[in-house]
């Protein structure tokens, strides 16, 4: 057992390896982090596997169509997808793990209660059998992070406020607002005149690439507009971008989340429709723009009280797209400072990845994760599920 593993190696360093597929469904971060005594984290490395053509086919057909057959098998193709990276990460790497924390693959996600004979129900599917995933590595695994937060009435995410806090929850000049443009987009606001920092909100804005991704893979244009470059030669049709924004999630007051359930390639073909005349580069503007109003909305909203001028840390993949970055610092001028996590050390592609393993670690200290503030949730709780090494006689 990795929990008696951990008291005999008392006082030395724990080493976790965070794995993430988020919404975007095109491969797997990979984030080994060293845990000394006192519990401080140390990067040692960050690694990428990007899905080939057909298996980021499968993903996306998965996340977007699924029945009882493809979930079952997803599950263990999914684990599959991580040994396959786990054997390209360890390769030529002195420093292994001790275990893995490992997100899985959202396949649907449903915080908001649907009834069943009058039963209110809410749940959320990550991919993953870690059981699998455990035999094949020979290492332990802790998963299915958000199970324990909705049981506990919490909506299961956003989880990464906790890691935020703890990678970003030094004493600062300025409050923080932590940003991360993957498929979807969320935030998570740190207040630095408290006694100590704490976090004020968190939650999702709403789509972060998912809909511009999903524009270019329809027009057979590849799988995403790299660093905005068609988005930039063209011109926000308004219209169809209040439109968009005046939808009612943007409305709802956090605890809120959100995914491809509700942002997806039904919404993108409502929208298209009409714009029917509009040019590739004016859709992909006004895309962009979408993603960038429902976060600076969100940030300059008057309800999340933040000591204004904020500094805003933007990660994920749209931290890399230069015309995104632009713009979001032109919509939040005199309102916050745009920059990346880099800034303080955490690689832009790191920070989801880096937010498991120090979940996995939490779950391994018997430690609640959950900031009740974020999810809804009525009280703490220990987040995942331990997945051991197959016995073997």
Known sequence: MLTEKLAKAAGKPVKILGMMSGTSGDGIDGCLVEFDAAGEARLVWLK?????????????????????????????????????????????????????????????????????????????????????????????????????????????????????????????????????IGGMANLTAISSSAPRPEVICAFDTGPGNVLMDLYMQRSGLGRFDADGCLAATGKTLRPL???????????LPPPKSTGREYFNQQRLDCLIEQADTATAADLMSTLLDITVESIATAIRQPDLPLSLPAEVLVAGGGARNSELMCRLAASLRGVAEVTTTERLGVPIMAREAMAFAILGYAFLQGRPANVTRATGAKRPAVLGEFHPVPFTW
């Open 241 to 251: 971008l209040d439109a968009f924004l005046a939808d009612p999630y943007f409305k």
């Open 48 to 180: 990428s596997y990007d899905y080939s053509a057909a298996q980021f086919a499968r993903i996306q057909k998965l996340m977007r169509e699924s029945d009882a057959v493809s979930v079952t098998l997803g599950a263990s193709y999914i684990a599959e997808l991580h040994a396959l990276a786990c054997r390209q990460f360890f390769t030529d790497e002195a420093l292994l793990p001790d275990c893995i924390a490992v997100h899985g693959q959202t396949v649907w996600h449903q915080p908001t209660p649907v009834t069943w004979e009058d039963l209110p129900l809410t749940g959320t599917l990550q991919l993953l059998n870690g059981s699998l995933l455990a035999a094949r590595t020979a290492l332990p695994v802790v998963c299915n992070f958000r199970a324990a937060d909705m049981a506990a009435g919490g909506q299961g995410a956003p989880l990464v406020p906790f890691a935020d806090l703890f990678l970003f929850g030094r004493p600062a000049a300025r409050d923080r607002v932590v940003v991360n």
